[in-house]
């Protein structure tokens, strides 16, 4: 019996211990972790009884309404007047659907619960400062609405990255999906729970091979991204980590798909115009706070996002030599791109095919980078085009070229609307 009550006593004890473990890890370790959970609705719902932040684009149009703002067409409605444009980057604020993209990431920079918003001076530790954040993104409304009509009604992604800071100057994926739909209480909204379109750019690996038509450059690209195929760190949540490149029992050789995003495969290329450098990517070039009471008041302070690096990528001297070879592979293709501000203005590119080359009974996807200009870009983009059963682009150049003409379009846009330097040397 002694025996007994004592095993009793030691499995009880055992219980308790672990019980207690369990809610300290949910209670402090986890929590934030459970706070911010995709799937998690309270912080959102919470937050349409308070004032908001609005979301901005580079050059100042309105990606996201504040709450209580006037043409949101309800006192607590989050708005967002570009719809789809910018779903999968700005993300959607709702009491039943949650939040996702910027929404969640800079959630307490918006709601203002951030330290460098709210606590500015001594007396904002016992009293609420009454402020809230302004979101400025990296992302300029007129090349994102140029990549969206060059990708047109194909599906895929391009991304258009500033090589020396890893600004995001551009990141459309189709299909994409109406982020009012998801917080609209009208009826037909979509809703909660409703399976949404990834987010290709960032949310979708795809096996890519290089087309060696027109030379190596794309070869050796894709060699440069198989040494770090992690995440690339962006400041948006529920980007894919990398894997390896698959195994098809030949090695590394130049036919092995290399599995990425189209993400890790702008960074790639964007490293190789940036001495090899590859930098940290990132939607937010800034917060700025300031009075929760009124849209127009004055500006109270300003947060810039740094540029991170985040290793080296390429040798300097390899980076240069490929840089080199992409100029001759887009100039013996013939890919110029139109003068800006009146210079001629070369571009470098390499391309390649989605899938397993040597299985020709499938049909394929294309992709492609470009940098521009060759000599010192200082833009460098990424087209990635799925497989598309009403458009033939099986055949790696034809497929290759469309990429490359829509990765074009995207950086003359990007230098025509002066979203990046023409040049970055002194």
């Known amino acids: 019996m002694k025996g007994r009550i004592i095993r009793l006593t030691v499995a009880l004890a055992v219980g308790f211990a672990i019980l207690l473990v369990q809610l300290t890890n949910l209670g402090f370790v986890a929590a934030e972790g459970l706070r911010s959970h995709e799937l998690n609705t309270r912080a959102a719902a919470a937050a349409f009884g308070n004032a908001r932040g609005a979301i901005h684009s580079a050059d100042g149009e309105i990606l996201a309404l504040p709450i209580g703002h006037p043409d949101a067409g309800q006192r607590l409605l989050r708005a967002y007047p570009h719809g789809p444009l910018y779903a999968h980057v700005v993300g959607y604020l709702g009491p039943a659907a949650g939040a996702s993209g ?37 992302l300029n409304h007129g090349v994102q609405l140029t990549a969206r009509a060059a990708l047109g009604d194909r ?13 995001v100057i551009a990141m459309w994926s189709r299909p994409s999906f109406d982020p009012d739909a998801l917080v609209s209480p009208k009826p037909g909204a979509v809703q909660a ?3 949404l379109p ?8 795809y096996a890519l091979t290089a087309d060696q038509s027109l030379g190596a450059a794309g070869v050796e690209l894709l060699e440069g991204a198989r040494r770090k195929p992690g995440s690339t760190g962006i400041d948006l949540p529920g980007e894919l980590d990398g894997v390896e490149p698959e195994d098809t029992g030949s090695g590394s050789g130049d036919d092995t798909p290399v ?12 490293s190789i115009a940036n001495d090899g ?37 390429f040798e300097t001297a390899s980076a240069a030599g490929l840089l080199g070879r992409m100029a001759a592979e887009a100039q013996q293709a013939s890919i110029g791109l139109e003068p800006a501000d009146g210079i001629e203005v070369a571009a470098a590119i390499a391309t390649g095919l989605l899938g397993d080359p040597s299985d020709s009974s499938t049909r394929t996807g294309s992709w492609a980078v470009l940098l521009a200009p060759a000599d010192a870009p200082t833009v460098a983009v990424a087209v990635l085009i799925e497989p598309d059963a009403t458009l033939d682009i099986g055949n790696g150049r034809g497929g290759g070229t469309l990429a490359t003409m829509i990765a074009a379009t995207a950086a003359e846009t990007a230098l025509a609307l002066r979203a990046v330097a023409i040049s970055n040397r002194p």
């Open 102 to 138: 910027v929404e969640r990431s800079y959630d307490s920079e918006l709601s203002g619960r951030a330290t460098g918003i709210a606590v500015q001076e001594l007396a904002d530790l016992f009293a609420d400062s009454g402020r809230v954040g302004d979101v400025i993104l990296t």
């Open 155 to 167: 599906d895929g992604a391009v991304v258009a990255i500033e090589p020396a800071t890893g600004a």
């Open 193 to 195: 729970g409703t399976r």
């Open 198 to 205: 990834v987010a290709r750019a960032y949310q979708r690996h």
């Open 259 to 270: 599995r990425m995003t189209p993400l890790q495969l702008a960074v790639a290329a964007a």
């Open 277 to 313: 450098i590859r930098m940290r990517p990132h939607v937010v070039r800034r917060v700025d706070s300031r009075s929760a009471e009124d849209e127009q008041s004055a500006l109270e302070a300003s947060v810039e996002t740094a540029p991170r690096d985040a290793g080296q990528l």
